[in-house]
């Protein structure tokens, strides 16, 4: 039975986009939060609030003050209104493909805030890549980027990697790696080999867990399903509940997508744990990984 309109909550991610957007275009004016709020009708509190994505119904006169103080042209300025108008939406999914440039921003701030991350992958994911596999990776995806961006991506890829090794309460991250994502070659022998045992390496933290969906398997549920990433989220440290769980699916060369709708998350961990109960052990993961290393070794 599916969820009723009126129990959906509002999409929290709209706000987020534009919490971020406000504050990049804010910071890059060289204003405070104090100094900005004396020159709207905002409150610092109320700011900070739009910001961090925490005003459920951000008021579009808000929106327009505050783009027009920081001297954002008319054109962002309606993407920014549209996304104040979507934050009231109760929508199971949302499309960010063409209201901001580095929407995948979006995703990075969902991260860095999520206490858990399930996902299932057909490549290895970017928390778990080597500095030469990530250049690779994002090389074979970016041939036409200048080179100063392209090292760019690479050091916020591996930035990310902190949060997994980080003292004060790291990622928990549970992997569901499909086997054919040890054997697409990226990069060379040598690089895979080295991906490889950096995998055994993360899978030995107490908070990451690896495991193998081999080819044998074969399909769950009986669908070609694709990646797809699980992140929830912790309490609010003053007592609130947490932000409701969500389901990203990294659309490149088209949009991301991200899907919020209760039942739509169930459904997609249901279809992991589907996933989970067909893989490999962890002990067997890793003999597999150390194994298929030495495969990559004797190429030469």
């Known amino acids: 039975m599916g969820t009723k309109r009126d129990e959906i909550p509002t999409s929290t991610l709209p706000r987020r986009q534009l919490g971020r957007f406000l504050r990049d275009a804010r910071t890059a004016a060289g204003l405070t939060i104090v100094r900005a709020s004396g ?30 103080l920081y001297h954002i042209g008319a054109r962002d300025t309606r993407r920014a209104v549209t996304l104040a108008e979507q934050a009231r939406e109760r929508s199971w999914y949302h499309d960010f493909g063409n209201l901001f440039d580095e929407t995948f921003g979006l995703y990075l701030d969902l991260e860095s805030a999520a206490q858990q991350m399930i996902c299932y992958n057909e490549h290895i994911p970017g928390l778990l890549q080597t500095d030469d596999y990530a250049e690779a990776m994002i090389g074979a995806c970016h041939d036409r980027v200048p080179e100063e961006e392209l090292e760019q991506r690479l050091e916020l890829r591996l930035k990310r990697q902190s949060l997994l090794t980080r003292k004060k309460l790291p990622l928990i991250l549970d992997v569901l790696l499909h086997e054919s994502a040890l054997y697409r070659l990226v990069g060379g022998a040598d690089l895979m080999a080295a991906q490889l045992r950096h995998l055994d390496k993360f899978a030995a933290l107490p908070n990451v867990t690896l495991r193998v969906h081999p080819y044998r398997a074969g399909l769950t549920w009986g669908i070609l399903h694709g990646p797809f ?39 997609y961990t249901e279809l992991s744990a589907a996933i989970r109960a067909m893989a490999l052990t962890e002990s067997e993961t890793r003999d597999l990984l150390r194994q298929v290393a030495k495969e990559y070794d004797h190429e030469h």
């Open 229 to 267: 990433v699980i992140l929830s989220f912790r309490p609010d440290p003053k007592g609130g509940s947490s932000e409701p769980s969500i389901v990203y699916r990294e659309g490149a060369p088209s949009s991301d997508i991200y899907i919020e709708r209760p039942d739509e998350v169930d459904r």
């Open 39 to 68: 020159l709207t009708d905002l409150s610092p509190a109320g700011l900070q609030r739009i910001e961090s994505g925490r005003v459920q119904k951000v008021r579009k006169q808000d929106v327009r003050a505050l783009c027009e």
